[in-house]
Nanobody
Framework: QVQFVEFGGGQAQPGGSLRLSCTAS????????VVWFRQAPGKEREGVSC????????EYADPVKGRFTISKDNAKHTVYLQMHSLKPADTAVYYC?????????????????????WGQGTQVTVSS
């Protein structure tokens, strides 16, 4: 069963940085837009950032614009999320998923998207 595996979470201080990775061997990222989601305790899951397979275009949720950067390496079947200027509000479990009906992002989370290949997530905790 193909699914993503997320890496790189951990503890960071406010203002710090972390780099998350998600890899899915056997999944060709050329075919799917990929989205990073996060879910904080007691809150709904939210989309953080999307990267298109077609042209590598990106979308970001307002709370992370200017601080997070999404990128990918198709040859390594890996999508990255570089996070800078971290805030306590960024504390969450971070997941990635592929949009099985789109190659191009339609906003961070597309209407009618079918997200699959979910991983177990990686915990990010930002505190002093």
């Amino acid at each position: 069963q193909v699914q993503f595996v997320e890496f790189g979470g951990g503890q960071a201080q406010p203002g710090g940085s972390l780099r998350l990775s998600c890899t899915a061997s056997g999944l060709f990222l050329d075919y799917y837009a990929v989205v990073w989601f996060r879910q904080a305790p007691g809150k709904e899951r939210e989309g953080v950032s999307c990267i298109s397979s077609s042209d590598g275009s990106t979308e970001y949720a307002d709370p992370v614009k200017g601080r997070f950067t999404i990128s990918k390496d198709n040859a390594k079947h890996t999508v990255y999320l570089q996070m800078h200027s971290l805030k306590p509000a960024d504390t969450a479990v971070y997941y990635c998923a592929a949009d099985r009906v789109r190659r191009r992002c339609a906003g961070v989370v597309g209407i009618g998207s079918d997200y699959g290949y979910w991983g177990q997530g990686t915990q990010v905790t930002v505190s002093s």
